[in-house]
T-cell receptor
Framework: KAGVTQTPRYLIKTRGQQVTLSCSPI?????VSWYQQTPGQGLQFLFE???????NKGNFPGRFSGRQFSNSRSEMNVSTLELGDSALYLC?????????????????FGAGSRLTVL | DQQVKQNSPSLSVQEGRISILNCDYT??????FLWYKKYPAEGPTFLIS?????DKNEDGRFTVFLNKSAKHLSLHIVPSQPGDSAVYFC????????FGTGTSLTVIP
């Protein structure tokens, strides 16, 4: 069973630009979540999509957006990039069909997309 | 507001000894608690979980303990092996997962 695939793995952008990251979940998983990892901050929840609908959202500004397609693949977009957006962006998929996660529906993560903003 | 906290950024342990990683949380409504392990250049991988109605769960060398009254959980690794060297994140689940900031474990051969 293929894992969660994220592209690109590494990218460098300059302030003010925008970026789109892609995530292909495990086959059959309809829930896709996005996290930002920065040193000292751990994994910060961005949003979760289920069946093309945003089901949960973290406390990030509107510059961060996402979407999910009918095949469950997801993209996240960051517009007007700032230096502080430099981070590892992780995508995770789950078979969770409920709004609340249970221990049986753990997240399976991709390797991440490392974004550097200059 | 950090709802899940790992107050030890790093931990070093001799091979064969016990590693104890700690985690505190603030929200008593969390349903499950999980531990993830992360190697450099890889995404976190699920290690072990525990339901909020349990106080212990064991899987091989890994045991998670939950103290609900103290809002504290810990991960015990016995015996520790060099391959266990990684960053460990604790997490709590509700409508979303809340992760701690991670503890970097180094197991010294």
């Amino acid at each position: 069973k293929a894992g969660v695939t994220q592209t690109p793995r590494y990218l460098i952008k300059t302030r003010g630009q925008q970026v789109t990251l892609s995530c292909s979940p495990i086959s059959g998983h309809r829930s896709v979540s996005w996290y930002q990892q920065t040193p000292g901050q751990g994994l910060q929840f961005l949003f979760e999509y289920f069946s093309e609908t945003q089901r949960n959202k973290g406390n990030f500004p509107g510059r961060f957006s996402g979407r999910q397609f009918s095949n469950s693949r997801s993209e996240m977009n960051v517009s007007t990039l700032e230096l502080g957006d430099s981070a590892l962006y992780l995508c995770a998929s789950s078979s969770n069909g409920q709004r609340r996660f249970s221990g049986a529906n753990v997240l399976t993560f991709g390797a991440g997309s490392r974004l550097t903003v200059l | 507001d950090q709802q899940v906290k790992q107050n030890s950024p790093s931990l070093s342990v001799q091979e064969g000894r016990i590693s104890i990683l700690n985690c505190d949380y603030t929200n008593s409504m969390f349903d499950y608690f999980l531990w993830y392990k992360k190697y450099p250049a890889e995404g976190p991988t699920f290690l072990i979980s525990i339901s909020s109605i349990k106080d212990k769960n064991e899987d091989g060398r890994f045991t998670v303990f939950l103290n609900k009254s103290a809002k504290h959980l810990s991960l015990h690794i016995v015996p520790s092996q060099p391959g266990d060297s990684a960053v460990y994140f604790c997490a709590a689940s509700g409508n979303q997962f809340y992760f701690g900031t991670g503890t970097s474990l180094t197991v010294i051969p």
